[in-house]
């Protein structure tokens, strides 16, 4: 099991628009494995995408379990997520692995219904709010090669972020 190399803006590769899964077999899961253990790595994640380690693959992983009084549906795996109703609006700060040194001011839906398979191939529906609803819609974005830097609310919503300490 190894922690992937996760691309980071400017790179070109993360503006690919990511393709369907249509085999779900023991390589797909070791590759979910593979990107669960790079986002348990990344600095307070989230999120992330399959596109953010170079897998043009519409698959996204969320958990916002460890977010202290977040409403969260545990840990998801979704492969070929469809957003199937949105719901109300909010503005929010959002920060991504890709974008290390900023976070930003993202308008999103507040509440939406999804549709995924697992990494077994199983079909799932989720219905999320607040702030995980925020954190899927962001991940989706990364498998049509869209980055919450192209959604800021303004020119002043860019934030240079505090340093993480080691
Ligand atoms: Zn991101």
Do not use: W
């Not at 090669?145 to 505090?162: A, E, N, S």
């Amino acid at each position: 099991m190894a922690v992937l190399e996760i691309l980071k803006y400017p790179d070109e590769r993360l503006k690919r628009v990511s393709a369907p899964v249509s085999v779900f077999d023991d390589e797909l899961r070791r590759f979910v494995a593979e990107l669960e253990q790079t986002m348990a790595a990344g600095p307070a994640a989230v999120g992330i995408a399959a596109p953010q380690v170079g897998r043009v693959q519409r698959i996204v992983i969320v958990d916002v379990s460890g977010r202290p009084g977040t409403r969260s549906s545990g840990h998801m795996v979704l492969i070929n997520p469809q957003i199937l109703r949105r719901e109300g609006e909010a503005i929010g700060r959002e920060g991504c692995l890709s974008v290390p040194d900023c976070t930003g001011n993202v308008a999103r839906a507040q509440r939406i219904e999804l549709a995924a398979m697992n990494e077994s191939g199983q079909r799932r529906e989720y219905l999320c709010e607040g702030f995980e609803a925020r954190a899927v819609q962001h991940e989706i974005d990364h498998l049509d090669g869209i980055l919450f830097l192209h959604r800021l609310t303004g020119k002043r919503d860019l934030f240079r972020r505090k340093v993480y300490k080691s």
